[in-house]
């Protein structure tokens, strides 16, 4: 359990500089649009004149006959409102919460590793496992959105490749800190009998009189 530990910290710190490496280097604004300031301003305003709290909102959304017809001509949008704002960039307390976020999720994979270490001894075939399930797993939590909603393909698919890139290397560091079980001896090994029939090198005859 203590090699699951410190592989999952390894696996932490690894996911977070990927993850570092996609949202703190502005790399985010390939798949991020934004409008200018004079677009900016007067839709802030909107927003504060008319949603009080925060939230996620569908503008105009489906549960009235009215608002079902503008959501079927457009354009619609999918809100991710705070009231109160945000600090722009990332500070010390988002980063380290990102970090122990992060140990949790390698802990997790690594838990599930342990499960079947007795079953898949060689690292490359638990190495494959942890990777293919935490790009299955980043598939699934992001590039499904867009089929079910109108949201564009491109900020979904770099979500993809973020979490999907850092789950699987993640796993796979846990894989590799992860000792498998060693195989148990045969009987003959261990008591140092032979099996039944062998014929030991020194004794042609294998025990019998001539």
Do not use: C
Request: charged letters at 15%; a neutral charge; hydrophobic letters at 50%.
């Amino acid at each position: 359990m203590l090699r699951v530990i410190i592989g999952a910290a390894a696996a932490a710190v690894a996911m977070f500089v990927i993850g570092f490496i996609f949202f703190g280097l502005g790399l985010q604004t390939l798949a991020i649009k934004t409008v200018g300031d004079l677009q900016a301003a007067p839709i802030q305003q909107a927003l504060r004149a008319n949603i009080a709290d925060t939230g996620t909102y569908a503008v105009p959304g489906d549960r009235t006959p009215e608002q079902t017809r503008m959501y079927g001509t457009g354009p619609v949008a999918t809100i991710h409102y705070n009231v109160n704002g945000q600090v722009a960039g990332m500070n010390a307390g988002t980063l380290l919460k990102g970090l122990v976020f992060n140990f949790a999720i390698a802990l997790a994979i690594g838990l599930a590793l342990i499960g079947i270490d007795g079953r898949v001894q060689d690292f490359r075939s638990r190495a494959r496992v942890a990777a293919i399930i935490g790009v299955a797993a980043a598939a699934f939590t992001h590039l499904g959105v867009p089929l079910y909603y109108p949201h564009g393909l491109g900020y979904y698919f770099y979500l993809f490749l973020a979490d999907g890139i850092a789950l699987a290397v993640g796993g796979v560091i846990v894989a590799w800190f992860l000792k498998a079980p060693k195989e148990p001896a045969a009987v003959g090994e261990v008591s140092g009998e032979r099996p039944a029939g062998e014929v030991s090198p020194s004794d042609p005859g294998g025990g019998r009189d001539p």
